[in-house]
């Protein structure tokens, strides 16, 4: 037979004090912990493996990034000639030249803070290219015009983004451009960046070099061929599959992913035995209590259950009361410096179904933990000797 | 039965709940610990950039646009007394790195002739600089970046030849001589050679090219360079090469954005473990002194006096939080002395070693916390009526 519900809802309510500090515990553990998933998550989600594999992006031998590469014209000439370039729907061959680099833009409106958000020149064929980059508001650049279109991300965080709104752009920051549309690729890098026509951004930037070129081929089992013949003595330019390049840009802010995993686990390893020491002590105090249920005719499984239950009581409560806490943060908008492009890549706390029922899994996980070992104290409890005792 | 010994049976009374205590007040201070040496390392840096006097000046768009050579000139021009700036010196960014090896290197060259005096934080020993102004393919290295890579390479020493590949245009490959490495905090991570050097290297490349990036204007004093600051910025408005000046550390803040305000995060990570530390600390002492009533009534009756008593109960208190800390603190202190962070990468990170003041600071905390957790126990303990107490049963 199981102890009633009732008595351990009582129990909580006995000690109040030491109820209430397990319950902080847990719910400040809960509350960080959502904080500390969803900055990660927003992070990773930033970074997100975009690209496509059939796609090879081609820079400049010992540049690191798009922006810190120069593709010269007869570089870009030979490129024209690999292998396995696919056509587009106009007939024309999906090579994508771009034109990458920066310009500081107030976080928000009226502010002194800025951040490097990145700038790119492309022609229409980058659509064909990149068929990820959906226009979700507004339209295309047309060519020749002051127009731009923006990441999701980058209209989200950054100053005066929004259809209709203007952009200084160019070396001087002296050329007013004019946002018509919104795009969206799912995640990813471009999400945080402001795209125009490559001719107008040239200009503009008084940049007359391409950074980069990216090939479209037919099928993803050609990279291997083009690569070597991009990389080969004939061209001699480093290309690599599109998917790899966003993977290397990416290595070291992975390690901020996993630092904050080890944080979290560290912290939960931390709680789990904060709640133990609770559950303990007030099993510990309660022996005569025990014994009197044995005496009465629980068994020792119906006590172990029952302490369980009292201790995923609390702690799922408090876990309620973080993820309420977590709430405050979620939508906010954070961007960070990507140390190989030096341009920010912006993405947002959202606080996820995932990220909740993690949170919730894991105080659980942490009441169970925490109350199993002073539960199984409390059933073998000598029930004479307890008796006994004063 | 010496007071000592009361407390030391009372930790052991309960083991399993002390070892929990402990362990629960162990692992939130070795975050602890991390955290605040961080954030102290962050502030000792900013405290010495501060102190330098070193105004940033670089193009109003981005410090990617160069600016002209002929800037530092006119800089110069707008004290020429020398009464309120001391030297100028121009930067380029070379972002060298060791053929086949991944990290970028925060390398730049900077003006030969003024940088030992603009950088006089790298301690340059007159011997060092004669060395600098010898051969022009001096470098000064900081002491993190010698360590990461002198235990792979050769050359990471004074006196030592390292090859650097720029990844930026047009990409050069120099071999530079070190004449020192950098002891000071906030040059760990930075690599400085002669811009003489760089510019006559891209000339024999085929390339003009003698822009910077960056001049640093070396200050005489706090007011000098908030009114140099505006000075510079309005002598070069309205110009093609329009300028934005900043002290060095707002041009840093700029940076430690990068990786999503690591600072700001530890930062709340501190403040949280606290949090939760006293909380366990304050749930145990509530535990314990409960349990122990009687007990603390039986002391009273044979004689003890009541501030005795309070002690006894506060003590013990503290001193749980103290072995806590300590098992907390010691490890991550010894980790992160032996693994140094700042091998890792570029700030703010690498600036994570464990000062001193850093675990002071820890120690404190966890004894704060300690005395606050016993406080109300004690204070019980003090009032405690030892009639009742003994009659009571529990």
Known sequence: MALPLYYNWRNLFVRKLSTSLTFAVVATLVLVLCVLLSFAAGIRASLAVSGWPQNVLVLKPGATAESTSIITPDEKGRVVQAPGIAHGADGKMLISEELCTQTSIPRRAGEHNMANVAVRGVDATAFGVHPEVKIIEGRRFEPGQLEVIVGKAARDRFDNLGIGGEVRLGRQGNRLYKVVGVFETGGGAFDSEIWGGRTQISDSFNRHFISSAVLRLDDAAEAAAAISYLNGPFVALESKRETEYYEDLSKTTRDIVALTTVLIAIMSIGAAFAVANTMYAAVDGRRREIAMLRTIGFGRGAIILSFVTESLLVCMTACLFGLAGAMFFSGTRQDFLSNSTWTVLAYELKITPTIALGSLGLACLVGVIGAIAPALRASRVHVIEALRKA | ?394
């Not at chain 2, 162990?26 to 501060?50: D, G, K, Q, R, Y």
């Not at chain 2, 004449?179 to 006559?200: C, I, P, S, W």
């Open chain 2, 1 to 394: 039965m010496t007071i000592a010994y009361v407390m030391m049976q009372n930790l052991r009374r309960n083991r399993t709940r002390t070892a929990l205590t402990i362990i629960a007040f162990a692992l939130p201070m070795a975050i602890f610990v991390a955290a605040i040496s961080l954030v102290v390392a962050l502030i000792e840096i900013n405290a010495i950039s501060a102190r330098e006097l070193r105004l940033g000046v670089h193009h109003k768009t981005t410090l990617v646009n160069p600016l002209p050579e002929g800037t530092r000139r006119k800089i110069e021009a707008l004290d020429p007394g020398g009464k309120r700036l001391t030297a100028v010196c121009g930067m380029r960014w070379f972002g060298g790195k060791i053929p086949n090896e991944s990290g970028t290197i925060q390398s730049l060259a900077a003006d030969a002739d003024t940088f030992p005096r603009v950088y006089s934080d790298a301690e340059l020993t007159p011997a060092e600089i004669e060395a600098w102004n010898r051969d022009r393919a001096a470098a000064v290295v900081g002491a993190g970046v010698a360590e990461t890579y002198g235990s792979k390479y050769s050359g990471w020493k004074p006196g030592g030849r390292v090859v650097l590949k720029s990844t930026v245009p047009p990409y050069l490959e120099l071999e530079f001589h070190i004449v020192k490495v950098m002891q000071a905090k906030g040059q760990a991570n930075v690599f400085y050679f002669r811009r003489d050097y760089l510019t006559e290297s891209f000339k024999t490349a085929g390339i003009d090219s003698p822009d910077c990036n960056i001049f640093w204007v070396k200050c005489n004093d706090a007011a000098s360079l908030a009114a140099l600051q505006r000075e510079i910025d309005q002598t070069f408005a309205n110009s093609p090469n329009e300028t934005k000046s900043e002290d060095e550390n707002t041009f840093r803040a700029g940076f430690t954005q990068a990786l999503g305000n690591l600072p700001g995060l530890m930062r709340a990570m501190a403040i949280v473990v606290v949090v939760i530390i006293a909380l366990v600390a304050g749930n145990t002492m509530m535990m314990s002194f409960r349990e122990r009533t009687r007990e603390l009534a039986v002391f009273k009756a044979i004689g003890f006096q009541s501030w005795r008593i309070f002690f006894v109960v506060l003590t013990e208190s503290l001193l749980l939080a103290l072995l806590g800390a300590l098992i907390g603190i010691v490890p991550t202190t010894l980790f992160l002395l032996s693994f140094p962070i700042r091998r890792m990468g570029y700030l703010p990170i690498s600036a994570l070693t464990v000062s001193p003041w850093a675990v002071v600071i820890s120690v404190v905390i966890a004894l704060i916390v300690g005395f606050a957790a016993g406080l109300w126990p004690a204070y019980q303990a003090l009032r405690l009526k030892t009639v009742d107490a003994l009659r009571r049963v529990g």
